[in-house]
């Protein structure tokens, strides 16, 4: 019987890897061939001459230059940290929300939702750069912004004001930076947007039919059936989000690594891009363990 | 019986419509937001260069001329550009969702000792941006050898090449698709695996009840329950393929995807002596530039209004009953 059962699991583990076969190629063949260079760089000295590059094996130089001597980099660093916890939270309510606004019946719908996948077209492309180039559309998009500093003058008066009743100093500076950075944010939503979308496309009315059976109201429905089928996506979104705040190219560290490249300071840049890589990893890993740590004691208290 | 209607009034129907006013009112506001890049291109592209620095017009222009368009479409080789890029799009679309999915699915469904480790790597492959590998990418490219085995094979028969320069050519982003590596494949493997990790398990086990192979359970039972997570990675796929500047100027020199051709526009009109830094200003190239944008968001934008409507079938019966 033991046999058996060790069959089984080992058959399974064959054809896991069968399917994820496609990957380990591309991963070997591919990207570690494109990679591989460039974590050469990251130890090497490399000097530029005619028709090609120099390079030798210095270490932990570069690390050591961009961690201790730069004198940048710590700073960038910490401040792309901190934007992400501004960043993370509202994107993803402000996406599920909308998400769940589109799923919803109404006249039109078809058009609003073309409409919301504009932003995924349009910001992902040279176009953007364009219309930012043009005069006169930014212009336009100026006086729309002198509205919102009028705007954000006013919540500046009721920022005070909250302070005054005794609202805590952090959380209303948050929502002020929030509601001063919306339209930025607002084109960064379509992405996740989607994916939620079709998260709460696929799960099935059956379950909303026997929770109002049950006598749960909308908001109980809301906690207890959509948010928890639709938990996986949101894990997805966050590390999206955390992927597309980190690497987008507006960031101060990825400018300056910009910077270096420009230069032709090919090693610190390296240097700098494997640094920053490395912790992006670290935080992407802690938030995937926690997640799963949360998930399986979940699933126990289910079982209990 | 009055107070009774009434009151049904207030506590059942007001916060409805209450709601349904702020819904109109939010999409009404973002609406705006985003259609704002969209109407000004149509508004500036259907003007004729001449009459674009009027005054006198903000939105609705004074006559309508396509000329605009049409010199866009020439001076972007917009036949050819367009054909350049459905291939890519097309090709990378297809390559990532065959390959994501079944990683995806691996991933998902099955337990072997370095799944996680192959995880890590698989979300490796979206933090590493690809402007930083960029030149290694483009000399791997270049001369490109499949899996080390041509070297081997030219040693053998000197007929065959020691490698295939896949430069210029949409293998660039096709390839690497179909390895599961390709532009934000991570994120495709990512949102497959999620999505058939939450499906329930009992479809499967009853298709190997039945004799089916993982393969054919898979193919069978399995895609067809994921159609929302198809559809999701397919506009993803194909919108960013089709946007992609920072690879494709790389790897194409001439025959360009359409991207490119945008990004160049300015200089291309110059050398067509539509325009001269010196003499004239960017003022007077926008309806070009604008026309340009404008054909370059169309196909795309069409794409996913005959797909959305996918989004809304949701998989009601999906044939697990009770």
Sequence with gaps: ?304 | MNTVKTEYLLKRKAPEIIWKIFRFLLFVGICYIFLFPVLYMISIAVRSPETVNDPSVIWIPRGISFSSIKTAVKILNYPRAILTTVLIAVGGTLGSLISCSLVGYGFARFNFKEKNIAFALVILTIIVPPQTVLISSFINYRNFDVFGILTLLHGIIPSIPSNIPLINTTWTFVLPAVFGVGLRSGLYIYIFRQFFSGMPKDLEEAAMIDGCNAFRTFVQVMLPLAKSAIITVLLFSFVWHWNDYVQSSMYFSSGQPISVMLKQMQSLLQDAKLFDVVTSTPDEIRTYLQAGCLLTILPPLVLYIFTQRFFTESIERTGIVG
């Design chain 1, 1 to 304: 019987m033991k046999k058996s059962k060790l069959t089984i699991e080992r058959r399974k583990a064959r054809n896991g890897r069968l399917f994820v076969l496609p990957f380990y190629f591309g991963f070997i063949f591919i990207f570690l061939r494109c990679i591989y260079q460039s974590l050469a760089f990251v130890f090497s000295d490399v000097t530029l001459r005619p028709g090609g590059f120099d390079m030798h094996f210095v270490g932990m130089k570069n690390l050591s230059y961009i961690f201790t001597k730069d004198p940048d980099f710590n700073k960038n660093l910490v401040a792309t940290m901190s934007s992400l916890l501004y960043k993370v939270p509202v994107v993803i309510i402000a996406s599920l929300f909308f998400a769940i606004l589109l799923n919803s019946k109404f006249k039109g719908r078809t058009f609003v939702r073309a409409v919301f996948f504009l932003p995924v077209i349009i910001a992902s492309g040279v176009i953007m750069d364009i219309i930012n180039s043009d005069t006169f559309a930014t212009s336009l998009i100026a006086s729309s912004e002198g509205m919102e500093t009028t705007v954000s003058a006013n919540s500046y008066g009721l920022t005070s004001l909250l302070i005054d009743m005794g609202l805590g100093e952090k959380i209303v500076s948050y929502f002020s930076y929030i509601s001063s950075n919306l339209y930025d944010l607002m084109w960064r939503t379509g992405i996740q947007m989607i994916i939620f979308l079709a998260a709460l496309q696929s799960i099935s009315p059956s379950l909303y039919e026997a929770s109002s059976i049950e006598g749960a109201s909308a908001w109980e429905n809301f906690w207890m059936v959509t948010i928890p089928m639709t938990m996986p996506m949101i894990l997805v979104n966050v590390v999206y989000t955390i992927i597309d705040t980190f690497t987008d190219s507006a960031n101060e560290v990825m400018k300056q690594i910009a910077s270096y490249f420009t230069d032709h300071q090919y090693a610190r840049a390296s240097a700098m891009s494997w640094a920053y890589f490395l912790l992006v990893g670290i935080v992407l890993a802690l938030v995937l363990f926690v997640s799963s740590r949360t998930n399986r004691s979940e699933r126990r208290n289910g079982k209990a």
